[in-house]
């Protein structure tokens, strides 16, 4: 029988489980009737959150302003900072190479593919866009003049995990509407057909619901656990599945933070240095199949040097890959109980947002079209992550690194077929806009060119020289990035500077 959707129980209060009830409860409040659904957010006070996850991709921005959070508040209470890109050293040769990928798109991008005149197919990045030389710099993405959710460089944010699910928790209830209850679920009851009809917690209270959403992490306790859908495993792929996190205090108050993320490859996987205004959080990425712990932890401390003097790493397990399906009868997962790859692009969160809308916009009114909502999810979802891994494959497969780690990389069998497909397509005219115009892309093909570029991927334009007539535009659009560098370089003013100023400014 058809059943309304009255209420919405999220399980899992982590950055998934918050942001999914965020997005949620502010889309279906704005047009409240009277009819709008209950959000109820459980949460146990016993399972940890993960605590990390700190980098993000630019669709925050939109994320918090359409869930009703200021700007300069994620900065205050979450000690953010602004994430422009990400900088990926030594991942080509291990000797001090390195390239960018930052988040504005390059000059003339949709409408002169400029790859095939830049002087060296390496200088892509710098040639094209002028985010590598405001990164390299240290400076802001905008100046006092720009308000909130503004800059003349995309960004996304580098926050404080805790403190963000925090602050979101606030919010969803105070403002939001949102039900919070903490206790741990102990049971799941389904109906005949397989739904979930109810969870119970171990203090007997019996919780039911129309549309539950899993947001309880690597433990899938709804979707993996209770509705028995299976993992898909792609460590075949993507080979880490260990890392150790610190957080590092900066040496001086007003040390400089960086506005990109740091990945810095090392001899089987890879060092994130993430700078939040209050300190830095930094991690070892690594594959057990090829280093140690120990080995792993020395790789770390050599990279923090003094800075990692009594400070005590802290180890977490993962398995690369994802569920069969993220929604099932009247469950769906978001976050990592549908699925997590290594956080090299800080892709997870993106995923949350990209599953928490799809769910607020498409939410039926009753449970008739649910099984046309959930095949569609499950679609777009298992798009998503395909293109997700081949991304990440990408940044690994071109590398001429030695190590057996690296060499294991560039293994042909390790590499999926469709990103073989898109690179011998990419072999004579490399990616272009037209390649990702599909709403469900998640990198435009922007990314993939620092990435590939960066890498060193040199397309033979030769072969298809019929299509490069754009020469003398693109001499235009150099000269142009040149100014433009020139002019942001003088004009925007240091990273740590301007947060300071500009929270001062908004103090109430
Ligand atoms: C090393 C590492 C680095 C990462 N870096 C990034 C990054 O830079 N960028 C990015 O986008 N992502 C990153 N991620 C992923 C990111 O941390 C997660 O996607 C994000 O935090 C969401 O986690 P979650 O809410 O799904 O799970 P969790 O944070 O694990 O939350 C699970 C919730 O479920 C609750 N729960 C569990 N069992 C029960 C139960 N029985 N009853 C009631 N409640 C229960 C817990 O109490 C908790 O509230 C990283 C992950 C790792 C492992």
Redesign the pocket.
Known sequence: MDKKINRIVI???????WLAAGVIAATHQSGADGNAPKVTL????????????????PTMKNTMKQIGLKESDLFRRCHAAFKQGGKFVEWVHGDGDFYYHPFTVPLGYGRLDVAPYVSDIVNFAVESNFQHSVCEAGLAPRTMAESEYQGQCNYAYHLD?GAF?ELLKEHCTEKLGVEHII????DVTLTQDGAIEAIC?TNKEVIEGDLFVD?????S?LLGKALDVSFISNDDILFNDT?L?LQVPYEKDDSPVATH?IATAQNAGWI?D?GLTKRRGV?H?YSSKFISDDEAENNLRKYLGSQAEGLTPRK?G?KSGHRAQYWKKNCVA????GG?V??LE?????L?EIAARHIADNLPSDTRTMEIIEKRFNQQMDYRWRRVIDFLKLHYMLTQRPEPYWQAHRDESTVPESLKEDLAIWASRGPTAADFDSAIELFPAASYQYVLYGMGFKPDFSIQSYLYKGKQQAERIFQRNKQLTAQLLQTLPPHRTYIERWLSSTAN
């Open positions: 399980v899992g209060g982590g950055t998934a489980g459980v949460e146990s006070s016993d399972v940890p959150t993960i605590g990390v996850g700190e980098g993000t991709w995990a699910a206790g741990t679920v102990e917690l947001c309880t992490g690597f433990s306790l890392a996190a993320t994130w993430i991690g990425v977490i993962f978001v976050g990592m109980s997590f290594e956080p800080a892709t997870a969160i993106m949350v």
